[in-house]
């Protein structure tokens, strides 16, 4: 029996040395998390400290619900999500068809359409908004007597700007764009539509029921930088004259330094919420074990002739 | 067999046993000429392998049954009908992909399932098909796996049960097992074949593999720049071949330098008269096609030819014989035989008093 055991010296020394090459980059890892945190929460916690903690009155939560009750504050987080949800839908709606058609029918238009889909990273926030409002302009001017004039009012509703929706709508374009292509490029596209169709599925059926399931971790992340695009941006909306939740922080934080301090932690916190949400709504969907990570308990061993 | 496979073959065996026929197909991809009038039928409930080098057509032909593709000219027909204006996902037509094709976010029920989704059967029916057909293909256990869980192997086997879930008129199979290793081909070549026995579905069979297309199917059909060169069975397709084509490209065949001779019936092959098997070139240099097991060799110190090389193949030995010409012929001997022929032996080679196929000499 002895025999068989192996000399301790040698099989523990390079199984401790395995043991510290495993450990270093944890440690590496630590170090880093730690600095990343200090980089990130210092500021966030600095920030919620000067908010809760006011001289001479001790911890309060005034300035939030201050906030809460502040004019303006329902309305524009309202305008906000109706935008970020109506971008969400309406990119999708136009790129997605689009993407896949280009693919299946006319491969030869990608690099035309990637052109396309990325001109508005080229274009500054603020020429778009100077562009758009001297279009706008020819409204009252030019064809105050047509038909047309009344479109004009309509994409300028202040209850919802139109016109807001159409500008976040070009600038999410190259994210959107970028994410969906990515998800596509993940796909034998063509084979999975023929599959489908020959599984008797029609086009559109092909469509939903095989090409967008397996696209939903694109769509999720779309969805996810068009959420935090329209959550943050400020240019446009002020410079239009609109006021969704950026820009009444904005306008709010000059008035009242803990309140413009308390109001930029509550944005953050509802950015993220929303995010976490939109991540469940995904996730929540189907059962679905992340790709390659887990075999389902269920399933027996493969059998052997499939193993040579 | 179990008796829901048995149960599972007889409801698929209603639907089997089409003809289907390609009348005078053309199709064009801008200047290459994939499809230049082919003309093919498939008998009911038969297994018809279509053979050729790549680039060939085969591809095309199919994806024309099943309706991905559209032709320029000709007809398509099942049963008699022509099937042109039936848009892909109603034709019937059960197809099994070269390229791994099942729907990455279903599992292996899911997948064979999703036909009879499209359908509208009923959950429970659906999941009551889908486990007699992931059985009837031999994949009983893993109905709840996805296919990044499964080898290529079982992916294609389920692939199989997906098609075959369609209930289709006619079977599809498009190289199905070109990505699989030597093993597994095997194995799966011989349980399709008697799936589609037991079945009696019209299956066509796309392979560039000649020795699959022999031994699996009822009928091959050779085809060759998009045109059908010859169709017969296995065995008539290797002793008759139509053409030096098909000579050639099914099976080994060696050229040897032939001479009209006689009346215009006979060719002078290394001093021997034969007939001819099948026409006669008119003109121009001559070359007898000659299958590697029709050749003797005989060990002769005074036989101008030398053997120069040797391939062991198990119970035969292939060896490579130089004529005086220079002209290569291969020779399959039993391997006892071959063993006392080394390379450098000098021999004679004779052939049997058989019809040859001729053919114009290539350069
Ligand atoms: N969509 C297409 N666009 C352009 N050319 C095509 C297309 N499909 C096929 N071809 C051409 O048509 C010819 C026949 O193609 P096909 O795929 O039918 O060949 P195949 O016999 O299946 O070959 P392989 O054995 O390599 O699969 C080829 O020359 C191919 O390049
Ligand atoms: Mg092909």
Same mark, same amino acid.
């Given at each position: ?6 000399p ?6 390079p199984?401790r ?11 590496w ?7 990343a ?31 809460l009750?502040?004019a ?8 906000t999500?109706?935008?970020? #949800?109506?971008?969400?839908? %309406?990119?999708?709606? /136009?790129?997605?068809?689009? +993407?896949?058609?280009?693919? $299946? *029918?006319?491969?030869r ?7 396309l889909?990325s001109l ?14 001297s ?8 064809f105050?007597d047509?038909?047309l004039?009344q479109?004009f ?18 600038m999410?374009?190259?994210?959107a764009?970028?994410?969906l ?7 034998d596209?063509?084979?999975?539509v023929e ?5 008797g599925?029609?086009?559109?059926? #092909?469509?939903?029921?095989? %090409?967008?399931?397996? /696209?939903?971790?694109?769509l +999720?992340?779309?969805?996810? $930088? *068009?959420?935090?695009?329209?959550l ?12 969704p ?50 075999t ?13 | ?25 053309y199709?064009?991809?801008?200047a290459?000429?994939?499809l ?12 018809l392998?279509?053979l ?7 591809t ?12 320029d000219?000709?007809?398509?027909l099942v049963?008699?009908e ?18 791994y ?36 293909v ?12 499964m ?18 008129r006619?079977?599809?199979l ?6 699989l290793?030597a ?19 019209t ?7 000649q ?14 720049a998009?045109?059908?060169?010859q ?15 098909v ?14 001779t006689?009346n ?24 007898a ?16 030819a030398?053997?120069v090389?040797a ?18 012929v ?14 450098g032996?000098?021999?004679?080679l ?13 350069v």
């Amino acid at each position: 029996m002895a025999a068989l055991t192996p000399p301790a010296g040698t099989a523990a020394q390079p199984a401790r040395e395995a043991a510290g090459r495993r450990h270093r980059p944890r440690l590496w890892r630590g170090v880093v998390g730690l600095i990343a945190a200090l980089y990130f929460l210092g500021p966030l916690l600095s920030s919620l400290l000067f908010t809760v903690d006011v001289p001479g009155q001790g911890f309060t939560l005034g300035s939030y619900s201050g906030i809460l009750g502040a004019a303006g504050f329902w309305s524009s987080l309202r305008l906000t999500l109706e935008l970020a #949800a109506a971008t969400i839908a %309406v990119t999708m709606l /136009l790129l997605v068809p689009a +993407l896949i058609a280009v693919r $299946l *029918t006319a491969p030869r238009l990608r690099v035309l359409v990637e052109v396309l889909c990325s001109l508005p990273l080229v274009v500054p926030a603020v020429a778009l908004t100077a562009g758009i409002s001297s279009v706008l302009q020819w409204g009252p001017d030019d064809f105050a007597d047509t038909p047309l004039f009344q479109t004009f009012n309509t994409v300028q509703n202040p209850g919802f700007p139109v016109v807001l929706l159409l500008a976040y709508v070009l600038m999410a374009l190259p994210l959107a764009y970028r994410t969906l292509d990515a998800g596509l490029r993940a796909l034998d596209l063509t084979t999975l539509v023929e599959a489908a169709r020959n599984c008797g599925a029609s086009w559109p059926r #092909a469509v939903l029921q095989v %090409v967008l399931p397996n /696209l939903r971790g694109a769509l +999720l992340n779309t969805g996810f $930088l *068009t959420l935090a695009l329209v959550l943050g941006e400020y240019t446009v909306a002020s410079i239009l004259g609109y006021q969704p939740f950026a820009v009444w922080i904005v306008s709010i934080g000059g008035s009242n330094a803990q309140m413009s301090v308390s109001v930029s932690v509550l944005s953050l916190v509802l950015t993220w919420v929303l995010l976490l949400l939109l991540a469940a709504a995904g996730r929540g969907r189907s059962a679905r074990p992340p790709r390659g990570t887990r075999t389902s308990p269920a399933a027996p061993a493969p059998t052997l002739q499939e193993k040579s | 067999m179990t008796a829901t496979t048995a149960e599972a073959s007889a409801s698929a065996r209603g639907a089997g046993g089409a003809t289907v026929e390609f009348h005078r197909l053309y199709r064009r991809f801008g200047a290459t000429v994939a499809l230049d009038g082919l003309d093919l039928t498939a008998r009911p409930g038969e297994l018809l392998a279509l053979l050729g080098p790549s680039g060939c057509g085969k591809t095309t032909a199919l994806r024309m049954l099943a309706g991905f593709e559209h032709q320029d000219a000709g007809d398509v027909l099942v049963d008699g009908e022509d099937i042109t204006r039936v848009p892909a996902h109603r034709r019937g037509a059960g197809m099994v992909f070269q390229s791994y094709s099942l729907f990455p976010h279903l599992t292996a029920a899911g997948n064979v399932a999703f036909g009879m989704r499209m359908r509208g059967a009923g959950k429970s029916e659906r999941h009551r098909r889908a486990g007699e057909l992931l059985d009837l293909v031999g994949l009983a256990g893993l109905a709840d796996r996805y296919p990044h869980q499964m080898s290529g192997g079982q992916q294609q086997r389920v692939a199989l049960a997906r098609a075959l879930a369609l209930e289709p008129r006619v079977l599809l199979l498009d190289e199905p097992l070109s990505a699989l290793d030597a093993k597994v081909r095997l194995t799966l070549r011989e349980e399709i074949r008697r799936l589609q026995q037991e079945l009696g579905i019209t299956t066509l069979f796309v392979t560039h593999d000649q020795e699959e297309a022999l031994s699996m199917a009822d009928r091959v059909a050779v085809l060759r720049a998009g045109r059908l060169e010859q169709v017969a069975a296995p065995a008539e397709l290797y002793a008759r071949p139509a053409t030096s084509f098909v000579a050639e490209f099914v099976g080994t065949m060696s050229r040897i330098p032939a001479v009209r001779t006689g009346n215009g019936a006979q060719v002078e092959v290394m001093g021997a008269r034969l007939p001819v098997q099948g026409e006669l070139p008119s003109y121009g240099e001559l070359d007898a096609l000659v299958r590697p097991e029709a050749v003797r060799v005989a060990l002769d110190p005074r036989g101008g030819a030398t053997v120069v090389a040797a391939s062991f193949l198990g119970a035969i030995t292939r060896v490579t014989v130089r004529l005086p010409d220079g002209t290569e012929v291969k020779a399959d001997l039993p391997t006892e035989t071959a063993a006392v022929l080394p390379p450098g032996s000098a021999v004679t080679l004779t052939l049997p008093e058989r019809p040859v196929l001729v053919d114009h000499r290539v350069v």
